[in-house]
């Protein structure tokens, strides 16, 4: 969900997810608001479902910052999955390599996710990190990508770590111009999702899920076998219906 709902919401919906056997809630983040707060009213309210942000960008909130705000809010670092990405620093591989070391420090017990889509970032998921999340991507390209943290994690040593990846989802009749609206936004954000989506070579609106119905969703949610866990990232419309439909395809 987007950082930011509102309480009121946010609580009965992470109620209702943990009654239809979700594992985890997810919250992006933003500069409009942050997702670790949003993280908060899901955990007030459900308190067995793990907890994760994806991803915070350390150009725009420093790791003192986020282990700040993971001490005010109260939040269970056993709980928590805490996804980090450079932001729009330069090069960002050697950002997130060298931030390692003090987000470890400042955020004891806490689970890090690196936000990773090019080759070297995933091989670097792999070899240090708790866990890689993956946006943006085709079951097709997915695997592949799940392919460069495994071998990152060969490399150094250890066990692969758990691969997290956005499916944006999006049900009913107008679902195909929904998901195309998001994916246009960021198809030209920055270099890095420039040349990730070349990489790709699809078509403008198809990377995704568009479906006309629960069933049709389920199915294709179903084909993303390389992440460990399908953060799904639903595109609703202002009705009910759509809705409700999402929360039964991902459930």
Not at 27 to 46: C, I, M, Q, R, V
Not at 103 to 117: I, S
């Amino acid at each position: 969900m987007a950082a930011g709902l509102d309480p009121e919401v946010a609580r009965p919906l992470a109620g209702r997810c943990a009654e239809l056997g979700y594992d985890s809630m997810w919250s992006n983040d933003h500069p409009g608001a942050k997702g670790l707060e949003t993280l908060a009213e899901f955990g007030a309210a459900a308190p067995g479902l793990d907890l994760g942000v994806a991803v915070i960008a350390l150009d725009r909130t420093p790791s003192a910052a986020i282990a700040a705000d993971v001490e005010r809010l109260g939040l269970d670092p056993a709980r928590l999955r805490l996804g980090v990405g450079a932001g729009f620093g330069e090069k960002p591989l050697t950002r997130m390599r060298e931030a390692l070391p003090e987000l470890r420090e400042r955020l004891p017990g806490v689970r890090l996710v690196l936000a990773a889509m090019g080759p070297k970032m995933c091989a670097l998921a792999g070899a240090s990190y708790d866990g890689a999340f993956f946006n943006w991507m085709t079951p097709e390209f997915a695997a592949g990508a799940r392919q460069k943290v495994e071998a990152g994690a060969q490399e150094a040593g250890r066990e692969t770590p758990p691969i997290f990846g956005y499916v944006r989802t999006a049900v009913g009749p107008d679902a195909p111009e929904r998901l195309a609206k998001e994916e246009s936004f960021y198809r030209d954000l920055h270099d890095g999702y420039r040349n990730h989506f070349a990489r790709l070579e699809e078509p403008e609106g198809t990377v995704g899920v568009a479906a006309a119905d629960a069933d049709a969703a389920g199915r294709a949610l179903v084909a993303y076998t390389a992440l460990d866990t399908v953060v799904v990232r639903g595109l609703t419309s202002a009705t009910v219906e759509s809705m409700t439909a999402l929360a039964a395809a991902a459930a």
